[in-house]
Each structure stands twice: as C-alpha cells, then as structure tokens.
C-alpha cells in the first residue's frame, strides 16, 4: 500500500497561518488592482462590449486549464482583467446608477469575512458574527422607530426587502391582499407581488414624480380588502421622496399598511441636515433600505426594518439540523427566522465596521457632501445655457439634457459616452414622456472641478 502523494493543496484563508498565506496574495491583488485601473484610465473601458468581451477571453483564455497556473498568477491575471474592464464607481464621472464605491474600511473587513467564512444559518457557524448582526440590526432599526422592539433584517438588498415586506404583509392579511403603489415606485414590488401569488399590484399614477394623498385616497377608496400601500423614499428615476406623513395619514383613514421603500433615501436619516425630508418615515409598517447605496458598502447591505420584532415572526422556521427546538431552549440563538436563505454572510460585520470608523458625525458628512455635490452640479446645469435642468435634486440624483437635443440624440449621447469610456451616466423617462440624462452622484470625493469635468465633456460631446 502506497501512502498518497503529498497533495499540493493551496494555503487556506483562514487559520493562525492565515496572514502568511494572504499577505502575499493580497499584494498581487492590490499591484493588479492599480494596473488595471491605470490601463482603463477612465471610469469605463473603451470599445463597448464586444472589445471588452473580446479582451477578457483573450486574458482568460481556457477558464479551466488541464493544469493550473498557481495563485499569484491567477490573481494577477483576473484582478488586472477585472479593473481594466470595471465601471469603477470610484471615478466621479461614473455616476449613472446608485451603484455607489465602497469604502476601503468596508471592503477590508469584507476581506475578513470572507476568510473566516462565518454563515449566518446557525450559530455554530458564526457565534461573534451572530452577535455581531443582532447588535447591529437593533441599532439601525432604533434609527428609524422608537419603541425598543425595533428590529431589522439582513438582506441582499431592496429588492429582497421589498419582498419581504410584501411577504410579511400577505401572512398579516392573507392571500387577497391588494398591492398599491406609485407608478416612481422601483420595479421589485409589483414583481413581488407577482412572486407571491397576490393579485397583480396596482400603480398609481405620479405625474408630478411623487405619490399624492389624494391619488391615494381615492384609490383606497375603492380598493376591495385589505391593502398594502407602497411609497417611495427615493425614486429611482429621479431621487424624490413621496410625501410619507400625508400619506401615511390616508393609509390610517382606510386601515391599509404602509410599506416604505427607502432603498436610497432612507440613508438621510443619519444626517441631521437631511433627515427632515423622511418626516412620517417612522410611521411605515416596514422600511428598507440599502447601505450598498448612500452607505458606501461593497454589495450587498440591504436591510428591512419593522417597529417590532414581532413582526417578523412568520419568518420562524424549523430544520432539525440547524436549529433543533432543545438546542433553542438550551440557548442556541435561533438565527433561520431572521432570512429566507439559509446559507448567510455575515454583511452586518462591514457595516458595524463602518459605523465604528466614521461614527455619526462622519457618517453625516459624507451624506452631506453628497448632496451638496448634487446640488452644485444642478446649478452648474441650471445655470448653464447649453443645458436644461428638470429639477434641483432632493437627494442626490440629477436630471438634465442639453439643449437643443431631440430623445434619440439623448439616448446616443449616453451610448457614445459609455463606448469611449468617457462617462457613465443613466437615463430616466419623466411622467411627460421626455428623456433625462440621469446623473446619480454617490462619490463623496466628488469635487466641483470634477463635475466642471463632467459639463465640459457633455458640452463637448453633444456638439458633436
Ligand atoms: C436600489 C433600489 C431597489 C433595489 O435594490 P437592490 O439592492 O438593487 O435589490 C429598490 N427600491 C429602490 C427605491 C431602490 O433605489
């Protein structure tokens, strides 16, 4: 009998050795990292898809070879492929999606994660990362309601909490419950409402941006059954907040729930100078929020927020293997009623890590420069006679064309944009019909100068 040959098995990321094994790795991919970001030298790659199609499989070649090229030069390859080739929210011109750049603090404690592998289904496989996301949900649901119930959900973002939000209200109301909300409102909640069997949401009109009351009312009015109400803190469109204290007062007079989606607004909670805009927030039977957008993490870090744990009690769950009822009566935290997924990250351990290095006044201060880049760039445009401005910006989104331009000529210019590489900017039809270019700032280095950038460069470009 012949012992097995020594397997040449690759350093693990976790372990007493861990640092040894990953310094070194982390070096190649912190020197391909800027490689590639030098070659791009832009916010986006040059060519368009099929170049940069075409470059990554010439990069990658056989994605799995007969035999292996090692570590170091996998990493280098890959990392190199992949900054060449990113949008890389880190560039101020790359502002069309509320895809925001992480925050180096975050993206190394994802690091950590990520090689102790922690997965929130069962305590006995994150006991400090448990503990961790418990503190941490508690804490930011108390930012958003008073009593000390208050409690939130990890998600993977605001299309999971939309779901969820819908789901914990069907289980409330049963099968029959009617969906209702603006047509500003994002694209997940009437797909939830789909997902979930009930009958097919309603969207009502918002011609002004925003939900009215009084749309609202007269819709409830008609509605058969109970009703599930769905505002917006923070279109995706165009940044708007509805007016959630009118509206939640409707909801009141026809005893329908308040779901609010504040997957990017619900962020100005945190800064003083802001947080007016969100008055009634608190008033909503669920929030969600995503700190993968005004929170500067790495995806994902989304949350669903409710006033009271209870709520979330049709979530609880029982699988012998990961949560059996005399491990829970010994003490075991139960951790399968806080997610429909099983196997977890722990994305609560950057957020916690965030919040720690920034505290609430930093925290602010990033928000608040956000904004006020916003801002500025709005009266850059505004006050710029090749251009038209469609509003100032509540939050952070901005909405321009310039002048003369027809919407096909619009829609081109973006495309030439993103085909040089230039800009990353968004689109957004308004209720009128008319095509916007969208600029959705999240960078808080953004400068003036750089958004003098940005101007010019349109100016440039729409000349063309
Ligand atoms: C981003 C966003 C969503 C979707 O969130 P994901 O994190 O992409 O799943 C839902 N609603 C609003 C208002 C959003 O801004």
């Given at each position: 009998?012949?012992?097995?040959?020594?397997?040449?098995?690759?350093?693990?990321?976790?372990?007493?050795?861990?640092?040894?094994?990953?310094?070194?790795?982390?070096?190649?991919?912190?020197?391909?990292?800027?490689?590639?970001?030098?070659?791009?030298?832009?916010?986006?790659?040059?060519?368009?898809?099929?170049?940069?199609?075409?470059?990554?499989?010439?990069?990658?070649?056989?994605?799995?070879?007969?035999?292996?090229?090692?570590?170091?030069?996998?990493?280098?390859?890959?990392?190199?492929?992949?900054?060449?080739?990113?949008?890389?929210?880190?560039?101020?011109?790359?502002?069309?999606?509320?895809?925001?750049?992480?925050?180096?603090?975050?993206?190394?404690?994802?690091?950590?994660?990520?090689?102790?592998?922690?997965?929130?289904?069962?305590?006995?496989?994150?006991p400090a990362a448990s503990a961790i996301?418990?503190?941490?949900?508690?804490?930011?649901?108390?930012?958003?309601?008073?009593?000390?119930?208050?409690?939130?959900?990890?998600?993977?973002?605001?299309?999971?909490?939309?779901?969820?939000?819908?789901?914990?209200?069907?289980?409330?109301?049963?099968?029959?419950?009617?969906?209702?909300?603006?047509?500003?409102?994002?694209?997940?909640?009437?797909?939830?409402?789909?997902?979930?069997?009930?009958?097919?949401?309603?969207?009502?009109?918002?011609?002004?941006?925003?939900?009215?009351?009084?749309?609202?009312?007269?819709?409830?009015?008609?509605?058969?059954?109970?009703?599930?109400?769905?505002?917006?803190?923070?279109?995706?469109?165009?940044?708007?907040?509805?007016?959630?204290?009118?509206?939640?007062?409707?909801?009141?007079?026809?005893?329908?729930?308040?779901?609010?989606?504040?997957?990017?607004?619900?962020?100005?909670?945190?800064?003083?100078?802001?947080?007016?805009?969100?008055?009634?927030?608190?008033?909503?039977?669920?929030?969600?929020?995503?700190?993968?957008?005004?929170?500067?993490?790495?995806?994902?870090?989304?949350?669903?927020?409710?006033?009271?744990?209870?709520?979330?009690?049709?979530?609880?769950?029982?699988?012998?293997?990961?949560?059996?009822?005399?491990?829970?009566?010994?003490?075991?935290?139960?951790?399968?009623?806080?997610?429909?997924?099983?196997?977890?990250?722990?994305?609560?351990?950057?957020?916690?890590?965030?919040?720690?290095?920034?505290?609430?006044?930093?925290?602010?201060?990033?928000?608040?420069?956000?904004?006020?880049?916003?801002?500025?760039?709005?009266?850059?445009?505004?006050?710029?006679?090749?251009?038209?401005?469609?509003?100032?910006?509540?939050?952070?989104?901005?909405?321009?064309?310039?002048?003369?331009?027809?919407?096909?000529?619009?829609?081109?210019?973006?495309?030439?944009?993103?085909?040089?590489?230039?800009?990353?900017?968004?689109?957004?039809?308004?209720?009128?019909g008319r095509l916007w270019l969208k600029?959705?700032?999240?960078?808080?280095?953004?400068?003036?100068?750089?958004?003098?950038?940005?101007?010019?460069?349109?100016?440039?470009?729409?000349?063309?």
């Open positions: 009998m012949t012992e097995p040959g020594p397997a040449p098995a690759p350093p693990l990321a976790g372990g007493l050795h861990a640092a040894r094994s990953l310094r070194p790795l982390l070096d190649t991919v912190l020197t391909a990292l800027h490689t590639g970001a030098a070659e791009r030298n832009a916010p986006l790659p040059a060519g368009g898809p099929a170049t940069v199609t075409a470059r990554v499989r010439t990069a990658l070649g056989d994605v799995l070879p007969t035999h292996g090229t090692g570590d170091h030069e996998a990493l280098a390859t890959l990392v190199h492929t992949l900054a060449a080739g990113a949008a890389d929210p880190a560039d101020p011109l790359c502002a069309a999606h509320l895809h925001c750049p992480p925050l180096a603090v975050a993206a190394a404690a994802d690091l950590a994660v990520s090689a102790l592998n922690p997965s929130l289904d069962s305590w006995d496989q994150a996301e418990a503190l941490l949900t508690r804490a930011l649901a108390a930012e958003f309601y008073d009593g000390p119930g208050a409690d939130a959900l990890l998600t993977t973002g605001g299309t999971e909490s939309n779901q969820l939000a819908l789901l914990l209200a069907r289980e409330r109301h049963g099968p029959r419950l009617h969906v209702l909300h603006g047509a500003n409102a994002h694209h997940s909640v009437p797909r939830a409402a789909w997902l979930l069997g009930l009958p097919p949401a309603t969207a009502l009109p918002t011609p002004t941006g925003t939900l009215d009351p009084a749309t609202l009312d007269a819709a409830l009015a008609d509605a058969p059954g109970p009703a599930l109400v769905t505002a917006t803190a923070g279109t995706t469109d165009a940044g708007l907040i509805d007016p959630l204290d009118a509206l939640a007062d409707v909801c009141e007079r026809h005893r329908a729930e308040l779901h609010v989606d504040a997957a990017y607004g619900g962020a100005l909670a945190f800064s003083p100078r802001h947080r007016g805009k969100l008055t009634g927030l608190h008033r909503a039977r669920s929030i969600t929020l995503d700190l993968h957008k005004l929170g500067w993490q790495p995806v994902a870090a989304g949350l669903l927020a409710v006033p009271d744990t209870a709520l979330l009690a049709p979530l609880a769950h029982q699988a012998d293997y990961l949560n059996a009822a005399d491990d829970t009566e010994a003490g075991l935290p139960d951790l399968l009623g806080r997610s429909l997924r099983t196997t977890r990250r722990p994305d609560a351990f950057k957020i916690a890590a965030t919040l720690r290095s920034l505290g609430r006044d930093g925290l602010a201060r990033l928000i608040d420069h956000t904004c006020a880049a916003a801002h500025r760039l709005a009266e850059i445009l505004d006050a710029h006679p090749g251009f038209e401005l469609h509003a100032h910006p509540t939050i952070t989104t901005v909405l321009f064309r310039p002048t003369p331009t027809d919407d096909d000529r619009l829609a081109a210019l973006r495309r030439t944009l993103l085909h040089d590489g230039t800009a990353v900017l968004g689109r957004a039809t308004t209720a009128d600029a959705t700032l999240l960078n808080p280095h953004t400068t003036t100068r750089d958004l003098d950038t940005l101007v010019a460069l349109l100016e440039g470009s729409s000349h063309r």
